[in-house]
């Protein structure tokens, strides 16, 4: 995962380089192509108003052009040329000129003789009256003494008042005996060309500027004159004494149109641009006027424009590259989070196979412990087994001396018995041989009983306890010693009940607890006086308590928590194993039960075992 992000890292200084290629390239596009519709669309709303503007100078000019032709057939007027300059009764054709001019609107509206001189003038009454002067100079005049239509813009020589001159020839019988003209007032053009956002220049063939929407314009060139063009106006005095400056215009070309950068009044004449104002031009030329019809039109709406589309695009850009960023981020901190989730996951995984580990390691381990134990039972039981089997042997061993009596006795009383029986038979006294041969009876039943109950007692019992007569083990083990009690002289004094008493056990192995019982007993008392073994069986709520007690001198109060350890004996060397309780303990513990010691009040031992009462029925069931 490392490693993918470290190679994920160059792609992305490449596609972020491309993104801003693509975004300047974008941003480049969108200007130009804003640009382009915002000149597009300047002109076409400028082409429509220029178109208006010349129809509109066309329609005003043709107007005025009509009336020095109407004029030129007025007898007046020819009568006039006939007279001489000097003569009063011109005044009277200056008055009709007058009243006409009032009636057309003209600036002036005077007749000019051949030589060029005024001869009458509707300004006759005026400050600056044209009658008198010579106009000769004029090219309007001129034109008319060829016998057509002279026009042209010009200042008034007298006046100074800029205007429009119609001049044509009067004819007296065909011969061209003067000219007549009307001077046409051009500030009436000039009126609502202040449309918003637009100017227009109206300029003569030599750039001078005669007609504009801006007074300061008037009367300047749009470039510097020629020396030639100078010299022209010059002798055409066309815009009378009037120095024609330059207007400080810088050109340029702007795509397929020309751009007018216009300095502000107050700004520095080097720099033209500062704080100006930017015209888009395009004109159009009034071929029988000779001029030039220029509408300029407000280029800072294409830079407003081109401006505002950058800020949209700009703005579409930087959203939508906060939109990549915003997903790339997203992106980066999704990819991380799965990154820490897999590496906690890892982490997890390895703590559990860790873990599942060391468990199966401790299972395993706890296994062959157990078996080890469960090995080390099995072994323990065989061994107490075997001890049990091997101390009850070497009982045996110890009884076989009182066994042996028990035996010979009996043998001896037989024999004696048989010898009597053969006497009897002899004497043929039928009836005391049969009282003899009685008596054998009887002691072989002695003896075989005697027999029986040592091969019980040497039996391996099977492992396990199950519901037991307690007066049987009791009373056989009293059997195996009674011999040995009668030679030391005990008294046994048992108080076993009426009823049998089941407990839980097993025959083989209480008798052999209880042989050890009467047999330390039976040695305790050896020094005694009074001999004597109770023994008793009580019922305790569950379990079933068997009291055996002697009157021998009791255990010392040291000993008394150490005769149930094995080994332990105070018994002469040959004589005693310090096996017997220990073993008796192993045994009773198997059934479930216990066995206590304490000393008498009056003198001796009284040895307790606890076993659990079994059911009565239960057990008859079995
Ligand atoms: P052993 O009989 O071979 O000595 P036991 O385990 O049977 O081994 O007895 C251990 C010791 O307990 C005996 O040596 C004896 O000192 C003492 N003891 C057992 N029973 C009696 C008893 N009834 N009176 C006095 N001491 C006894």
């Known amino acids: 995962m490392a490693m993918l992000r470290k190679l994920s890292l160059r792609p992305f200084f490449l596609v972020a380089l491309s993104a801003s290629a693509l975004s300047s390239f974008i941003l480049w596009e969108t200007a130009r192509q804003a640009r382009f519709s915002a000149i597009d669309d300047i002109k076409k709303s400028s082409g429509g108003t220029l178109a208006l503007v ?17 004029l030129s057939t007025s007898s007046v007027l020819v009568d006039a040329l006939k007279h001489d300059p000097d003569d009063p009764n011109l005044r009277r054709v200056s008055e009709e000129l007058a009243r006409i001019n009032g009636v057309t609107g003209a600036l002036a509206t005077y007749l000019m003789n051949r030589g060029g001189l005024t001869i009458a003038a509707s300004n006759w009454a005026s400050e600056g009256p044209f009658v008198g002067r010579n106009f000769n100079f004029r090219p309007y005049f001129q034109q008319a003494m060829h016998g057509r239509l002279g026009r042209m813009f010009a200042m008034g020589t007298t006046s100074g008042e800029r205007g429009y001159f119609f001049a044509y020839p009067v004819r007296d019988q065909g011969r061209i005996s003067g000219a007549v003209v009307v001077k046409m007032d051009v500030s009436i053009l000039e009126r609502g060309w202040r449309a918003e956002g637009h100017e227009i220049l109206v300029v003569d063939d030599a750039g001078v500027v005669f007609l504009s929407s801006r007074p300061e314009w008037r009367l300047r060139s749009l470039t510097p004159l020629t020396a030639e063009q100078q010299q022209r106006l010059d002798q055409t005095r066309l815009y009378a004494d009037e120095k024609i400056d330059p207007l400080n215009f810088v050109l340029s070309a702007d795509g ?7 300095p502000d009044a107050g700004a520095d004449e080097g720099s033209p641009h500062r704080g100006g104002r930017s015209f888009l ?11 030039r019809v220029m509408i300029l039109s407000d280029a800072s709406s294409v830079e407003a424009r081109v401006r505002i589309a950058m800020l949209v695009a700009g703005f579409m850009l930087a959203s939508l590259f906060l939109l990549a960023l915003n997903i790339y981020q997203r992106r980066k901190r999704f990819n991380e989070r799965i990154e820490l989730q897999e590496a906690a996951r890892g982490e997890l995984e390895g703590k559990v196979v860790e873990r599942t580990r060391d468990l199966s390691r401790a299972v395993a381990q706890l296994r062959a412990e157990v078996n080890e134990r469960e090995r080390a039972e099995a072994h323990l039981r065989r061994t107490q087994d075997e001890l049990i089997q091997a ?10 001396a009182g066994v042996s009596h028990e035996l010979n006795q009996p043998l001896t009383a037989i024999r004696s018995y048989a010898e009597n029986a053969r006497v009897f038979l002899s004497r043929q006294d039928s009836g005391m041989a049969d009282s003899n041969l009685g008596r054998i009876a009887e002691m072989c039943e002695r003896m075989a009983r005697i027999i029986r109950n040592l091969r019980t007692y040497a039996r391996n019992e099977p492992v396990g306890s199950r519901p037991t007569r307690l007066q049987q083990p009791i009373r056989d083990a009293l059997a195996l010693l009674d011999g040995e009690f009668r030679k030391a002289g005990i008294d046994v004094e048992l108080d076993l009940g009426n009823e049998d008493v089941v407990a839980i056990g097993g025959d083989v192995r209480l008798q052999q607890v209880f042989v050890n019982l009467f047999s330390n007993a039976m040695d305790a008392m050896e020094k005694s006086p009074l001999r004597r073994i109770n023994v008793t069986i009580n019922r305790e709520s569950d379990e079933v308590a068997i009291k055996v007690s002697d009157t021998g001198p009791g255990i010392a109060p040291e000993d008394l928590d150490r005769v149930f350890d094995p080994f332990f004996t105070t018994k002469d060397v040959g004589k005693g194993t310090g096996l017997g309780l220990s073993i008796s303990y192993g045994i009773v513990n198997q059934f479930g039960g216990s066995i206590e010691v304490a000393n008498r009040q009056e003198g001796g031992t009284t040895f307790t075992v606890r076993l659990l009462a079994a059911d009565q029925r239960r057990e008859a069931a079995e």
């Open 391 to 400: 101390s009850k042997l070497a009982a045996l061993g110890q009884l076989s």
């Open 281 to 291: 031009v395009q004109e159009t030329a009034m071929e029988h006027a000779g001029w």
């Open 256 to 262: 397929d149109m020309t751009r007018i950068s216009v």
């Open 54 to 70: 010349v129809e509109n100078l066309s329609g005003e000019l043709a107007k005025y052009s009509f009336q020095p032709r109407l």
